[in-house]
């Protein structure tokens, strides 16, 4: 029987190109996915990371602590997920925007959070 908590090592870069490995505790979620997660993206501003799954849903997690922070629940089997920085001409800085495609041959997009 697996353990509920494992390690994992996150391979960080900092402006200078300097990679760490740092160990990080993971617990189980109690908000995770009900099915299989068929899709995980790092948002470019590195604060969220982005996984779409089986059930038909999309959730964004907080990439510092794990923590959700965001969930929609869409129709249909979702299969795939990127995100990217959008651009506006009314903002100052860009925000991390996100595209889902389905089975279904649907993709939506929409912001991070």
């Not at 870069?13 to 189980?28: C, F, G, I, K």
Request: aromatic share 2%.
């Amino acid at each position: 029987m697996l353990s509920p908590r494992f390690d994992l090592c996150i391979l960080q870069t900092n402006s200078r190109s300097h990679m760490t490995l740092s160990p990080v505790q993971v617990e189980p979620l109690a908000d995770c996915h009900t099915g299989p997660i068929t899709s995980l993206t790092a948002a470019p501003d590195g604060a969220h990371i982005i996984s779409c799954g089986m059930d038909g849903s999309i959730r964004v997690w907080a990439a510092a602590t794990g923590q959700l922070v965001g969930k929609r629940d869409l129709a249909g089997r979702l299969s795939c997920c990127a995100a990217a920085l959008g651009s506006s001409a009314a903002a100052a800085a860009s925000k991390p925007v996100m595209a889902v495609g389905s089975e279904g041959g649907f993709v939506r997009c929409g912001p991070v959070v």
